[in-house]
């Protein structure tokens, strides 16, 4: 049985409601039914009204008895007669959830259109440098990333040029749902940026970060999930296990939105899931969640070197420290010894 509040919080927004109802009573009353409600006007207690959206999504109520709820758990456990452990199993379980029928409440492209920010050309170089100077990623993989719409370059403010770094999220579908933006420009463009009113790190407003991730590649046949803090952490791993020759076709890495982490994340049938999540304690309460979350499943935590709080400053200082030795090595080679 779950025993974590963030395990309990997972499992509410596992299923939406109005899935389980239509299992249960078959197809809404397409004339009671609006945007933000359905309804079941015949059923073994009477009409029923599940909210689909807006404050009231997954609250769920018969309106001729007294029985009501909000989340799948609720419904599992005052209408289906299950136990909580039951309920929880029932929730975790993939083959009943893959028995359920498709949902018809609207997407987050539906309930919140968002447009695609295009790639500018012209701030390209820019943020090629930050990513390949500043963060120390390797040019051949920040130009492919840019190449596969992974990475695109955008100002955000129409008062001022300074580049950023776009990271566009996904969702499970493959429809791209947001976007997280990163400043690439000099550190005084940066302190100017603040200072107007934009912060280094932030999420494109309009968009819809927690409902989605960035993904470093796409791997089919690949049966181990990476969960990273963000995409800037993905790209300094996959190249840190590219350095450690580690075969890209076995994994996939994905960055959330920050430290918005939903089961989005981790959609997908893995056999193996590793948490390489920040060395802090959001990092361990992201990993107890996710392990939580996947009682069955081979969990791992995989923490960025002591000393580093996250992928991208382990990697930047190991980049560093190699570039240093080479310099030596090379100063070494050209030194010509004089005459006594």
């Known amino acids: 049985m779950a025993q974590n509040p963030g395990d309990w919080t997972v499992l509410r927004q596992a299923i939406p409601v109005e899935v389980l109802a239509r299992a249960r009573y078959g197809p809404p009353d397409p004339r009671k039914s609006t945007r933000t409600t359905l309804q079941w006007t015949q059923t073994d207690q009477g009409r029923l009204v599940v909210g689909i959206q807006g404050r009231y999504q997954n609250a769920w109520r018969f309106m001729d008895t007294t029985v009501k709820g ?37 997407s987050p492209q539906e309930s919140k259109p968002y447009d695609p920010i295009p790639d500018n050309a012209a701030l390209w170089p820019s943020v090629r440098t930050y990513l390949t100077e500043t963060r120390k990623l390797p040019a051949h993989l920040v130009d492919h990333w840019h190449e596969t719409g992974k990475v ?11 580049p950023y770094a776009a990271f ?9 749902v947001g976007t997280v933006l990163r400043c690439a420009g000099t550190p005084e463009q940066q302190r100017h940026q603040i200072g107007a009113g934009f912060s280094v790190k932030r999420n494109q407003a309009g968009s819809q970060p927690t409902q989605g991730f960035w993904q470093s590649h796409e791997a089919p046949q690949a049966h181990t999930l990476v969960l990273v803090e963000a995409p800037i952490d993905g790209m300094a791993l996959y190249a840190a296990l590219l350095t450690d020759h580690r075969d890209p076709s076995d994994f996939v890495i994905r960055a959330s939105a920050g430290e918005a982490l939903k089961p989005v994340h981790w959609t997908g049938d893995w056999a193996h899931i590793v948490t390489a999540f920040d060395r802090d304690a959001a990092g361990e309460r992201f990993h107890h969640t996710v392990r939580q979350a996947h009682p069955d499943h081979d969990v791992r935590r995989l923490t960025p ?11 930047a200082h190991v980049v560093n420290q190699h570039r240093t030795s080479q310099s030596a090595r090379e100063s070494e080679t050209d030194y010509e010894a004089g005459e006594d």
Do not use: C, Q, Y
């Open 70 to 106: 909000h989340g799948p758990i609720d419904w599992l456990v005052k209408v289906e007669g299950l136990s909580l452990r039951e309920a929880a199993e029932r929730l975790r379980n993939a083959t009943f959830v893959a028995s359920l029928p498709p949902s018809s409440a609207p």
């Open 152 to 162: 695109r370059a955008l100002t955000p403010s129409s008062r001022t040029v300074v």
């Open 168 to 176: 566009p999220l996904m969702s499970p579908a493959g429809h791209e």
């Open 305 to 315: 070197p002591p000393g580093h709080k996250d992928w991208a400053e382990a990697w």
